[in-house]
T-cell receptor
Framework: KAGVTQTPRYLIKTRGQQVTLSCSPISGHRSVSWYQQTPGQGLQFLFEYFSETQRNKGNFPGRFSGRQFSNSRSEMNVSTLELGDSALYLC??????????FGPGTRLTVL | EDQVTQSPEALRLQEGESSSLNCSYTVSGLRGLFWYRQDPGKGPEFLFTLYSAGEEKEKERLKATLTKKESFLHITAPKPEDSATYLCAVQAGGTSYGKLTFGQGTILTVHP
């Protein structure tokens, strides 16, 4: 059974640009959650989607947004990038919330 | 607000030297407590989910236990390949759905 996949694996952007990250969940999983991981703040919850609906949102500015498609694939978008947005962005998928499986992450560097 | 505190921040062990990692939590109605292992540059790898006080789960050299205020991850006779960062997270009940609140992690190093 294929795991969670994320693309791209690495990104380099400059301040002010926007970026879109993609996540494909495990087959049959309808929940996709996104997290930001930094050395200082650790893993922080961004938002969660289930059947194309955002169910929960963390404490991040409106520059961070996401969506989910009918095949459960999800994208997150960050607009007007800031230096502090440099991080590892992780997505996790779940069938029934009893287990959440993470992808390898997208490493975003903002210059 | 849900909070998770892990201790110690870092732990160095000799191969075969058993020890425990601690995860203290405060949460409004615990739905589940999760343990993950994370290797450098990779996503967290799921280990266990515990749901109620008194519950225990085992996997190879790892055993996780849960009380009403904390969880322990016991590592028996560790090997160098057990070196990683171990993360603890809680999921609250109600409408929290897929939201996990993580601790800062414990960096485990096992020397041969």
């Amino acid at each position: 059974k294929a795991g969670v996949t994320q693309t791209p694996r690495y990104l380099i952007k400059t301040r002010g640009q926007q970026v879109t990250l993609s996540c494909s969940p495990i087959s049959g999983h309808r929940s996709v959650s996104w997290y930001q991981q930094t050395p200082g703040q650790g893993l922080q919850f961004l938002f969660e989607y289930f059947s194309e609906t955002q169910r929960n949102k963390g404490n991040f500015p409106g520059r961070f947004s996401g969506r989910q498609f009918s095949n459960s694939r999800s994208e997150m978008n960050v607009s007007t990038l800031e230096l502090g947005d440099s991080a590892l962005y992780l997505c996790a998928s779940s069938f029934n919330y009893n287990e959440q499986f993470f992808g390898p992450g997208t490493r975003l560097t903002v210059l | 607000e849900d909070q998770v505190t892990q201790s110690p921040e870092a732990l160095r062990l000799q191969e075969g030297e058993s020890s425990s990692l601690n995860c203290s939590y405060t949460v409004s109605g615990l739905r589940g407590l999760f343990w993950y292992r994370q290797d450098p540059g990779k996503g967290p790898e799921f280990l266990f989910t515990l749901y109620s006080a008194g519950e225990e789960k085992e996997k190879e050299r790892l055993k996780a236990t849960l009380t009403k205020k904390e969880s322990f991850l016991h590592i028996t006779a560790p090997k160098p390949e057990d070196s990683a960062t171990y993360l603890c997270a809680v999921q609250a009940g109600g409408t929290s759905y897929g939201k996990l609140t993580f601790g800062q992690g414990t960096i485990l190093t096992v020397h041969p």
